[in-house]
C-alpha cells in the first residue's frame, strides 16, 4: 500500500494521518494512467478486458450452469424447456439468486479471488489491503417466457446526501454480452453531475426504496440528464471481463433480447480503512454466517437469513451454507476482513 504521512503540528498538539497516495479522485476531469482509469475517471464506468484468463471464465460459466442444475428441480443447460421457473433456483426478475448462501460458493470466492479482478480495484484505491462485497450472483436466460417483465430501473447506489466518489461497483461477465445479450446499460459522465443533479432535483419526490443508498430516476429526472447531453449505453463485454463503474453513475441491466444467457457475478472491493471495527465484527458474522452483505464491502446491510421464498413459502431447496464451501488463500482470506480485526484490549 502507497501511503504519504502527514504531520501538522501546533503547540502541544501531533496529528498524524495516512491517507492513500495515488487514490483516484474520481472527478470526471482529463486523466493520463494510460489504462482503464481514464475511461473510468471520463465516463464513471470502464471494462477491464480480460481481467480473467477466458479459460478459467469458461471454466466459471460452467460452475455456475452445474450449480443451477445441481439444485434437481429439472433445470438442464442444454434443454431450453426446461428453463421455468419450477425447475430453478428462485431468482428475482432482475436475474439475482439472492438466497441459499450462494454468494458464499467456493466458485463464486474463486471468482472474487482472481488476480485480475482485485488488482484492478487495488490500482483504483492505490491499496491493497481491500475487503470484498459478499453480494449476489446473476442470470438472466435467453428467451425465457415465464418471467415478469424486467423494467428498466434506473438508478444509482448512493445516497445523493452523501456526495462525492464513495464507491465502487463490478461484475464480472461469463458470457458473451452484446448488443442483444441484455446485461449492464449505464449513463456515462453521471458521476460528474451527480451532485448538481440533486441539488436542482431536490424536490423532486422520490421513487420509495429499502435502502437511502438506492436513488432511482423518475421520468423527470430521466428528462434532466438527457437535457444535460447524457445518453445511455449498452456495455459489450466477453467472457472474463470486469465492469466497474462509479456508484454515482446511473445504470440497471436487460435481460438478453437474443440467444445467449447472461451470467454476471458481483464484485465490489474497498480499502479496508473505510470500515470501521464494527463494520468488521458485523462482517465477520455475515461471513460465519454465509450470508449476503449486498455491493457494500463494509456490510452495510447484511442479509437477514438464506431462506428463498417460493409462492409465499420457503423453498424446499433453501440451505444455510453453500453447497461448496469456499477455499479461502492469503489474499482472499484478508478479503473477509477478518484479519483486520483488532483483538479486544
Ligand atoms: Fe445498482
Known amino acids: 500500500m502507497s501511503t504519504t504521512t502527514t504531520e501538522t503540528t501546533a503547540p502541544g498538539l501531533t496529528v498524524s494521518a495516512t491517507q492513500p497516495k495515488g487514490r483516484m479522485a474520481l472527478d470526471g476531469s482529463p486523466t493520463n494512467y494510460g489504462d482503464f ?33 445441481g439444485f434437481d428441480l429439472g433445470y438442464k443447460r442444454d434443454d431450453p424447456s426446461t428453463v421455468k421457473r419450477a425447475n430453478l433456483p428462485v431468482i428475482n426478475e432482475k436475474g439475482m439468486i439472492l438466497a441459499y448462501g450462494v454468494t458464499h460458493e467456493k466458485w463464486v470466492w474463486d471468482i472474487r479471488g482472481e488476480p485480475g479482478v482485485i488488482d484492478t ?43 462525492g466518489f464513495r464507491c465502487l461497483q463490478g461484475l464480472v461477465n461469463l458470457n458473451p454480452a452484446g448488443p442483444n445479450d441484455g446485461g449492464l446499460i449505464v449513463c456515462p ?55 466497474v463503474w462509479d456508484s454515482r453513475t446511473p445504470h440497471y441491466n436487460l435481460p438478453p433480447a437474443g440467444n445467449q444467457d447472461r451470467l454476471a457475478i458481483y464484485t465490489c472491493y474497498m480499502p479496508v480503512a473505510q470500515a470501521s471495527q464494527e463494520d468488521l465484527i458485523k462482517k465477520k458474522g455475515a461471513f460465519e454466517k454465509r450470508l449476503g452483505t449486498t455491493h457494500w464491502p463494509n456490510a452495510v446491510h447484511v442479509a437477514g437469513s438464506n431462506i428463498a421464498m417460493r409462492n409465499g413459502e420457503p423453498c424446499p431447496k433453501s440451505r444455510d451454507r453453500p453447497i461448496q464451501e469456499p477455499v479461502l488463500n492469503d489474499r482472499t482470506f484478508k478479503l473477509t476482513g477478518i484479519p483486520y480485526i483488532k483483538a479486544a484490549v
Open 121 to 163: 480495484f487495488a490500482k483504483v484505491y492505490d491499496d491493497e489491503d481491500l475487503i470484498v462485497s459478499f453480494d449476489v450472483v446473476n442470470v438472466q436466460f435467453a428467451n425465457r417466457e415465464d418471467m415478469p417483465e424486467n423494467k428498466p430501473w434506473p438508478h444509482q447506489d448512493q445516497d445523493p446526501s452523501k456526495p
Open 37 to 69: 482509469r481514464d475511461a473510468l475517471n471520463r465516463d464513471g464506468y470502464a471494462v477491464i478486458k480480460g481481467a480473467i484468463p477466458l479459460e478459467r471464465a469458461q471454466k466459471y460459466a460452467d460452475e455456475f450452469y452445474s450449480y443451477l442444475e
Open 189 to 243: 459522465g453521471g458521476h460528474r453531475l451527480s451532485e448538481q443533479f440533486h441539488a436542482e432535483m431536490a424536490d423532486e419526490p422520490r421513487i420509495p426504496a429499502w435502502t437511502p443508498e438506492w436513488f432511482g430516476y423518475t421520468e423527470k429526472g430521466m428528462k434532466w440528464l438527457s437535457d444535460h447531453g447524457l445518453e445511455w449505453v449498452k456495455v459489450c463485454c466477453e467472457p472474463g471481463d470486469l465492469i
